[in-house]
């Protein structure tokens, strides 16, 4: 390479290297432009459409300290992130992010600022707790100043300032009547003002940019028409701004907004109510400006609960309910106890594991009893996500109710529609059958362990039972009963809730005496032990068969000794063949059992009263009876007795001759030595007499002879008489 | 034999009884020319029935015998009956008297009865039927027992 060529390669390499340094400082400079960080009181507004169901996310806006507006552009995880809308709204935040500042779309319409959200940081202070109630509360006296506002371009007012001062009086239907009925009387507007129409100093194209009808200039909106009232409205007096315009809109508006007015600085709760809006509308608006978020069904649909006026306001026009100032349907119990409307006195938070039978009172004009009027049912732990149980009855504002029922949600804070109706048949209507739970029937998380049954329906409500656990139920059905490593004994029906999902249980069936057990059904199967993995609620029963019942045909007569007995034992219950048995004491002597068919049979060979345990045996199951046996000695005539043995005649039956042997000699016929036996065991002959001592005399007198009453021959000697 | 009193009380009132017998058979004979019916002291020499009291005399080979079955042959037996302190069921049929004698049996008299003539002894026969000891069993056989009837 020559010395030029050398030279020239190192220019260009200089020349290169300036580029490359110049682009990367122009790159860190641009990436440098882009970033931002804004602070001040972050606020959102709720979109909601005329039309559809399915609106544009909330606009979150971000006031700074100098009233200025930059609108923040935001994606669900990052929101949920920072823990969700409640951890946000109306608080001091400092938010981070990539300016992406639109140029105005024509002379006449002011740039937004806007910015895109990389991070929150929170810099006001927010609750800890995990309790919603009161978390944002809505007591006492909170006036709202309506403002009416029309376009600099458009005369035409859809309603008279006095229409709307109805609207917001005290009557019934109306919405400062809504407020103080439905807040329990604890929150109202009464004190709310009317004022205008005043005229905005710039045209509708102004405000909505091409005159979209859509993203309108909130801030714009507020300034101008507060400006507008200003003279006539001391804003330190009211909570809220209703701000009525003449103009037609996609959406009516609602959320808060930071506003410096009448030497104060300080959040209100803004609405932008588009020309079409009713008296519901004002209702689901004024919602928003308490923080409220929407509810809505499972089914990714906003307004499609009739349950909610934050999820459905459109009652008054779409159902031609009358009159025209009706306001809807009441609004769900969380945003009540949100508010501090249900105290928590009145909230059942269940703990893990427990069962508990309450009445769940009407959320809406509740009694002033001691019935619950939410349960809020944790999934998991007690921070959330929840299930909250409350009881719909028509009346007052939920006269048009879809039904009367206990309703649940799901409730997660970090979403952006908090509250979702737990609908279980799917089919997409969450205002039917599947949403409302009624006397009978239960609703089961066996996934979380929370059940809920409702188990009647009182005037004002329902008596419902919850269960946080998985519940083992069992029932011993007959004469038995279940044991268990956490149960102890069940008889009858019982239950227990254990805590642990997936816990191990081991059940034993245990019959009474006498009585089988049969065998499982339900969770359990089989005949021996049987252990369950708790992963859901279980149900099991133990079948048990009564004993065996042993019948006598004559078992408590007496039987006669010498005389053959029989008797046959029959036993009911079960089936198959009866295995027969003495369990306890003897048989007399001469009885014997026969263990097939069950007869008891023989000749007694003793006298006496005999105790005999009997048991019967048919498949696995066993009866016992006791029985009384009494053996009696036939009364004999001594004379018959006398004639048997000495021939002269044979009055004495086989059973009595058998008898005579028994009680003496048994050798199978009756002799001498029977009848002194009977003679000892009558008394006759006293048992003295049989021991060897000579030197006693018996005092009783030899009996005389008898004449043979057998002989035809005449009686030439006749008994004769001591 | 242990006698007791009983027994020499019932001995000496058989003794009355003969002597007073032999004095009624003595007046009949005396009062015998009054009879027309009185047979003539040329017929043959008639001995004169003298009724009386026989006795059933055992001999036992056991000392624990407790019931006694026995039968006596014999015409004319009355009025039977067994030694004090025996138990006594009789029936006649015939000339058999079959007695069923409870108590103490030992080797003596077991019975006594009436007979029309006790001349006549030698005609009166007694067999043991059955023997029972104190537990009531009856003895296998009787061969060794022996009864006899006895003025």
Redesign the interface.
């Known amino acids: 390479m020559s010395g030029r060529s050398l030279a020239c390669a190192r220019c260009v390499g200089k020349a290169l290297l300036v580029v490359t340094a110049a682009l990367c400082a122009f790159a860190a400079r641009a990436a440098h432009a882009q970033q931002r960080v804004t602070s001040g009181w972050l606020h959102a507004i709720w979109v909601d459409p005329h039309t559809g169901r399915t609106p544009p996310a909330p606009v979150y806006v971000v006031i700074d300290d100098a009233g200025r507006w930059t609108r923040l552009s935001l994606d669900d995880a990052t929101l949920r992130a920072a823990g969700g809308l409640s951890a946000l709204d109306r608080r001091r935040v400092s938010v981070s992010g990539s300016v992406i500042t639109s140029a105005p779309t024509s002379s006449t319409t002011p740039a937004i600022s806007a910015m895109r959200v990389s991070s929150f940081d929170v810099t006001s202070s927010t609750s800890a707790s995990t309790s919603v109630v009161a978390s944002n509360p809505q007591m006492g006296s909170k006036p709202y100043v309506a403002i009416l506002c029309r376009y600099s371009d458009s005369v035409a007012v859809p309603y008279s300032a006095s229409v709307y001062a109805q609207w917001l009086g005290t009557s019934f239907p109306g919405v400062g009547s809504y407020w103080r009925e439905i807040s329990d009387g604890l929150m109202g507007i009464e004190g709310s003002k009317v004022v205008g129409w005043y005229t905005l100093p710039h045209p509708y194209s102004y405000y909505f940019a091409n005159g979209s009808q859509q993203d309108p200039n909130f801030d714009a909106l507020l300034n101008d028409c507060a400006d507008a009232a200003d003279a006539d409205v001391d804003f330190t007096q009211f909570s809220g701004v209703i701000l009525q315009f003449n103009g037609n809109a996609s959406a009516a508006y609602g959320g808060s907004a930071t506003l410096a007015r009448d030497g104060q600085t300080k959040t209100y709760g803004v609405t932008w109510m588009p020309n079409w809006s009713t008296p519901a509308t004002f209702a689901h608006e004024m919602g928003h400006t308490l923080g409220w978020t929407h509810s809505r069904g499972p089914y990714n649909q906003i307004y499609d609960s009739h349950w909610d006026v934050m999820s459905y306001p459109y009652g008054s026009y779409e159902t031609n309910i009358s009159p025209s100032t009706w306001v809807g349907e009441q609004t769900i119990a969380l945003n009540k106890a949100i508010a501090g409307w249900i105290p928590a006195s009145r909230i059942l938070i269940p703990p893990m594991p427990s069962s508990q039978s309450v009445m769940l009172e009407r959320s809406e004009d509740p009694t002033s009893g001691s019935g619950y009027l939410m349960l809020q049912i944790p999934m998991s732990g007690d921070g959330g996500p929840w299930y909250t149980a409350e009881a719909r009855r028509f009346v007052g504002y939920d006269a048009h109710l879809p039904g009367e029922a206990v309703v649940l949600h799901t409730v997660d804070m970090t979403r952006p529609e908090r509250a979702w109706v737990v609908d279980v048949d799917g089919n997409g209507d969450p205002n039917d059958a599947g949403a409302m739970w009624t006397p009978g029937e239960t609703f089961n998380d066996s996934l979380n362990g929370i059940t809920m049954t409702v188990d009647s329906e009182t005037p004002t409500g329902f008596g419902v039972t919850v269960i946080r656990g998985w519940r083992l139920e069992m029932q011993a059905m007959g004469p038995g009963a279940i044991t268990g490593s956490t149960s102890g004994s069940c008889t009858g029906r019982c239950s227990t809730v254990l805590g642990t999902r997936g816990q191990r249980v081991t059940l034993s069936a245990t019959p009474n005496a006498g009585a089988a057990f049969t065998g499982w059904s339900g969770a359990c199967s089989g005949t021996g032990a049987c252990t369950l993995a708790m992963l859901g609620n279980r149900s099991v029963t133990a079948h048990f068969s009564a004993a065996l019942t042993i019948a006598s045909d004559s078992m408590h007569g007496n039987a006669v000794m010498g005389a053959p007995f029989a008797d046959t034992l029959t036993a009911t219950g079960g089936a198959g063949r009866t295995a027969w048995s003495v369990a306890k004491g003897a048989l007399p002597a001469g009885l014997s059992l026969d263990s097939a068919t069950g007869i008891v049979r023989g000749i007694p060979e003793a006298a006496g009263s005999y105790t005999v345990t009997i048991t019967a045996t048919r498949d696995s199951l066993t009866g016992s009876q006791t029985i009384q046996l009494t053996v009696v000695k036939p009364v004999l005539a001594a004379a018959n007795v006398m004639d048997q043995l000495l021939g002269a005649a044979t009055p004495l039956s086989t059973n009595d001759v058998r008898f005579l042997d028994l009680l003496g000699n048994r050798n199978g016929h009756l002799d001498v030595g029977d009848v002194r036996a009977w003679l000892i065991d009558t008394g006759t002959l006293e048992s003295s007499h049989v021991a060897s001592d000579s030197a006693r005399v018996l005092d009783r007198a030899p009996t005389t002879p008898r004449a043979d009453r057998t002989t035809n021959e005449p009686r030439h000697n006749p008994e004769q008489r001591p | 034999m ?1 006698l ?1 009193t ?1 027994d020499r009380s019932m001995r000496m009132h058989i003794g009355i009884r003969s002597v007073m017998v032999a004095t009624c058979a003595a007046l009949l004979v005396a009062c015998g020319h009054d009879s027309p019916t009185q047979p003539s002291s040329h017929d043959k020499t008639v001995r004169p029935s003298v009724p009386g009291v026989l006795t059933v005399q055992l001999t036992t080979p056991h ?2 015998d ?4 026995v039968t006596v042959n014999g015409s ?7 030694p ?11 000339d058999t ?4 004698l ?3 049996i ?1 080797s003596g008299e077991v019975l006594h009865f009436s007979v029309p003539d006790v001349n006549d002894a030698a005609h009166y026969t007694a067999h043991v ?10 003895r296998g056989d009787v061969e060794g027992y022996v009864v006899t009837v006895e003025r």
């Open positions: 242990i007791d009983s000392s624990d407790a019931a006694l079955l004319g037996i009355s009025d039977v009956q067994a004090s302190g025996m138990l006594l069921h009789v029936r006649q049929r015939g008297v079959t007695a069923a409870f108590g103490r030992a039927v059955q023997v029972a000891d104190s537990t009531n069993v009856v």
